[in-house]
């Protein structure tokens, strides 16, 4: 399975992620929405944060006694948050692409927030945890049944197993041959834009046909 390798840091465009500037870089040209999807506790709001050139934007609620038999604690137990509407944050990439970042809710519960996350974009970025392959399940049926083209990108936790081979990770999620697969590091800007071209790369590749 490819990794996401660690890239230079004028990958993200010319626009300096500490800037603050929150207007367009004037090499803008295409401004795509993307998806950032997976269950709770994935990586979701990590990897956006370490992308976005401007201060992403968070709805993140502490962990309350009422949501708490709600939400599948296993495996991230240290979590003391939970995105309850959505993650937004924004990216340029060369060639004058600019990839709006929406992050949605990983719960069931929030399942009435997908149709109106999900209006306009063009594909999704599905983060995975290995260690809860089945945890995946309810949020890729969700982006298969939107029509959406994705890509996968496991996120790569300190006590992740190293021990399944790519075919068997591409069997237990029922992947697609053509659907990208790559493991990321969602703390750190350059994987996760890799990750992020990885999807543009896979909806290019979907829509030149179209073009011709």
């Known amino acids: 399975?490819?990794?996401?390798?660690?890239?230079?840091?004028s990958r993200t465009g010319d626009v300096p992620r500490d800037s603050g500037d929150i207007h367009l870089p004037d090499t803008a040209r295409d401004l795509v929405k993307i998806l950032v999807a997976g269950p709770f506790g994935v990586g979701k709001t990590t990897l956006i944060g370490s992308v976005s050139e401007i201060r992403p934007l968070h709805t993140e609620e502490p962990i309350s006694e009422a949501s708490a038999p709600l939400d599948d604690l296993?495996?991230?137990r240290d979590k003391a948050t939970t995105t309850v509407a959505v993650d937004f944050g924004r990216i340029s990439l060369p060639g004058g692409v600019v990839l709006y970042l929406f992050g949605t809710?990983?719960?069931e519960r929030f399942r009435a927030?997908?149709?109106?996350?999900?209006?306009?974009?063009l594909g999704a970025l599905v983060l995975v945890d290995s260690r809860r392959i089945d945890a995946s399940f309810d949020v890729l049926g969700l982006v298969e049944e939107s029509g959406l083209p994705y890509a996968v990108a496991f996120n790569d936790f300190p006590d992740a197993p190293r021990h399944h081979t790519e075919e068997q990770l591409r069997a237990a999620l029922?992947?697609?041959?053509?659907?990208?697969?790559?493991?990321?590091?969602?703390?750190d800007a350059d994987s996760s834009v890799d990750a992020l071209l990885a999807l543009v790369q896979h909806l290019i590749e979907r829509h030149a046909?179209?073009?011709?």
Do not use: N
């Open 1 to 9: 399975m490819a990794f996401a390798p660690s890239s230079t840091p």
């Open 105 to 107: 809710p990983g719960q």
């Open 74 to 76: 296993a495996g991230v």
């Open 113 to 121: 927030l997908w149709d109106d996350i999900a209006y306009g974009a």
């Open 174 to 187: 029922d992947l697609a041959a053509g659907t990208p697969m790559v493991t990321c590091d969602a703390r």
């Open 209 to 212: 046909p179209e073009d011709r």
